[in-house]
C-alpha cells in the first residue's frame, strides 16, 4: 500500500473513503473546521460550465457571528481580481510580467488564429515549446518539451481537434523541476514537487504492466485514487521518440518518465520538499500573490533550473485560486502538511486554541451528501460535532445472532444511548458490536448486547478496547471479505436470502 507513515495522524484514510474524488479539498477544510465546533452546512451546486451536479465542492463554516464560504479549498476572501486574473494564464503573465516577477515567454491564440501562425510563433520564440489549452485545468491537454514543428502540429491537431480546445497558449519550454508551493499570506505552508509520470522497472514486468501495478499503489491514496496513469497519445509519442513500446520491458531499477508534464491529476508523483525548498524561491511565491488584489492564500506553480544562480532559477508558470490541497495532506513521499488547518486559522483565528480538536472523529461525506444528491434538499446541516466520547469498547456476541435481525434491533439500541459505531457479521457466526460514547453508556451497552432481539439466542459477550476511528452515526456494515474468495463478486452467505437457506437446510436430517 501506497501510506505514508508521515501523514498527519488526524487525517487517515479510512476517514477519507467518501470523499476520494471531487470532494477531497473541501472535505478536509470542512472536516476540521467542524470538529473545532463551527456549524457545516453543504450545498447543491451546478458546475455551469460543464452543467455537471456536484454536491459537496460549495459548503459553509460559521462560529454564529461569522460565516464564510468555501468552494472546494478556495474561502470566499479570495475573489474579484484574484479569480479573474488567476484563473486566465495569461492575465496571470502579464500581471506579474508588468510586477517584475520572472514568467515564461509566451501568447495566446484563439480560436480564429490558424496552426501555421502558431508555428510560425514557436519558430520566433525558439524550440522546445509548450502547449496549453487557454481554458483548461489541472493539466488537461497541456503537452510540454514539443522539440519541432512536426511534433507542434500534430500536438494542435489533438489539443484543437481531439480534445474540442480551440483556443490555445503557446510559451516556451522552461528546463527544470516544477513545484507547486501553498501561499497563506506572508507564509508558506507547503512545496510540492510535482514529477512526471513514470514507472521504474524491475526486470520482469513491461511499460503496460508496470504502470497498471502503480496505478494498483496509486488507489490506496486519498489524492492519487483518481489520479491514474492514462494511456493516451502523449505517453505513446513519448515512449516512442524514446524507442520504446508498451511492451518494452525495462531494466531493474530504470526510471521510465511517460510524460513532459508534471500533473498529479495525469498521474505526476508528489514529493513534499517545505522544509529544504529555498527561502528566495517562497519569498518569490509569496510576492506574486501580492501583485494581486484579494489573493491572500492560495496555489503558485514554479519552474525551477537548479543548474542556474538562485536570483534566476525560477518563474512562475501560474497562480491558482482553486488549488488542489490533497496532495499537500497526503503526498507520495515526505511530510503530509496541515494545510487545511492553516486555512481555518484564517478565517476563524478565534478557533486556533483548538486546532486538530477531536481528531478520531469524522462523518461519512457521502451520506451527508446523499440528499443533494438526490436533489431532495437543496443544503445539509451537518450535526455538531460530538464533546461527550470519552469511552469506545467492541462487543463480540456469540450464540444465535445472525439472520434474526439483531444489527437493526442493535443500531437502534445504539441511537437510543446516542452512541455511535457499527454493527457487523462475522463469517464465523458471531456478530461485532463497536460503540463509542459516554462511558457510562457505553459500558452499559454490554448489558443490551447480552439481551438481544426475540429471535436471538446470545451465549456470550466478549469485550475489548475499541481504538479506530470513529464516524458518527450508527452502521450496518457488510461481512469482511472472505480471503481468498474465487469468485469476485461473491454473495456472502450469512446475509443473502440463500445463506439463510443453506442454514436452516444444515438443521435437517434429510435420509435415503
Known amino acids: 500500500m501506497m501510506q505514508n507513515n508521515n501523514w498527519l495522524p488526524h487525517l487517515t484514510n479510512e476517514m477519507m473513503i467518501g470523499a476520494r474524488n471531487n470532494n477531497l479539498c473541501s472535505y478536509v477544510i470542512a472536516l476540521e473546521g467542524w470538529r473545532r465546533g463551527l456549524t457545516l452546512k453543504f450545498y447543491s451546486r451546478k458546475v455551469k460550465k460543464e452543467t455537471l451536479h456536484v454536491p459537496g465542492c460549495l459548503f459553509s463554516l460559521s462560529d454564529g457571528n461569522v460565516t464564510h464560504t468555501f468552494y472546494k479549498s478556495r474561502g470566499m476572501r479570495v475573489k474579484g481580481e484574484a479569480f479573474t486574473v488567476g484563473g486566465n494564464k495569461i492575465l496571470t503573465k502579464n500581471v506579474l510580467n508588468k510586477n517584475g516577477i520572472p514568467v515564461p515567454t509566451g501568447d495566446v491564440f484563439p480560436e480564429t488564429v490558424s496552426d501555421d501562425v502558431i508555428i510560425e510563433y514557436a519558430n520566433k520564440i525558439g524550440f ?50 516544477e513545484f507547486r508551493v501553498y501561499v497563506m499570506e506572508d507564509d508558506v505552508i507547503a512545496v510540492l514537487n510535482r514529477v512526471p509520470a513514470n514507472v521504474v522497472g524491475d526486470g520482469i514486468h513491461n511499460i503496460e504492466e508496470l504502470i497498471r501495478l502503480k496505478n494498483k499503489k496509486r488507489k490506496q491514496n486519498p489524492r492519487l485514487f483518481s489520479c491514474l496513469i492514462k494511456i493516451d497519445y502523449e505517453i505513446k509519442n513519448i515512449l516512442n521518440d524514446k524507442g520504446y513500446t508498451l511492451e518494452t520491458i525495462p531494466k531493474k ?9 508534471s500533473n498529479i491529476s495525469s498521474g505526476g ?75 481555518i486559522d484564517y478565517y476563524f483565528p478565534k478557533t486556533k486554541d483548538k486546532k486538530n480538536n477531536n481528531p478520531n472523529i469524522y462523518f461519512d461525506l457521502k451520506h451527508i451528501l446523499a440528499p443533494l444528491m438526490s436533489k431532495s434538499a437543496s443544503e445539509v446541516t451537518v450535526i455538531p460535532c460530538p464533546t461527550t466520547i470519552n469511552c469506545q469498547r467492541k462487543y463480540i456476541i456469540k450464540g444465535e445472532v445472525q ?110
Not at 531499477?253 to 508534464?261: A, T
Not at 514554479?302 to 512562475?316: F, Q
Not at 469476485?488 to 445463506?499: P, Q, R
Request: hydrophobic share 35%; aromatic share 6%; proline share 6%.
Open 128 to 177: 522546445p515549446v509548450v502547449l496549453k489549452p487557454a481554458d483548461a485545468a489541472q493539466g488537461k491537454g497541456v503537452i510540454a518539451n514539443i522539440g519541432n514543428e512536426e511534433y507542434l502540429r500534430t500536438s494542435l491537431k489533438y489539443v484543437r481537434d481531439d480534445l474540442n480546445y480551440k483556443s490555445v497558449i503557446l510559451e516556451e519550454h522552461i528546463t527544470g523541476d
Open 253 to 261: 531499477g530504470q526510471k521510465v518518465f511517460l510524460r513532459e508534464k
Open 269 to 343: 508523483d508528489s514529493i513534499d520538499v517545505t522544509d529544504e525548498f529555498p527561502e528566495e524561491i517562497k519569498k518569490m511565491a509569496i510576492d506574486a500573490l501580492k501583485q494581486i488584489p484579494n489573493f491572500p492564500n492560495g496555489g503558485v506553480d514554479i519552474m525551477v533550473d537548479i543548474s542556474k544562480p538562485i536570483e534566476n532559477s525560477a518563474k512562475i508558470i501560474e497562480l491558482t485560486p482553486v488549488p488542489q490541497i490533497g496532495s499537500l495532506v497526503f503526498p507520495m513521499e515526505g511530510k503530509g502538511r496541515d494545510v487545511p488547518s492553516a486555512i
Open 403 to 512: 439472520g434474526v435481525g439483531f444489527r437493526r434491533w442493535i443500531r437502534k439500541k445504539a441511537l437510543e444511548a446516542d452512541l455511535y459505531g457499527y454493527a457487523q457479521n462475522l463469517n464465523n457466526g458471531d456478530l461485532v458490536v463497536a460503540v463509542a460514547g459516554d462511558e457510562d453508556a457505553v459500558k452499559k451497552f454490554r448489558e443490551i448486547c447480552a439481551i438481544g432481539p426475540k429471535r436471538s439466542e446470545v451465549k456470550n459477550v466478549l469485550e475489548e478496547i475499541w481504538q479506530d476511528p470513529i464516524k458518527v452515526g450508527f452502521e450496518i456494515k457488510r461481512n469482511p471479505r472472505m480471503k481468498n474468495n474465487p469468485i469476485k463478486g461473491e454473495i456472502n452467505d450469512n446475509t443473502s436470502l440463500v445463506g439463510k437457506i443453506k442454514k436452516k437446510l444444515k438443521k435437517v436430517t434429510i435420509s435415503k
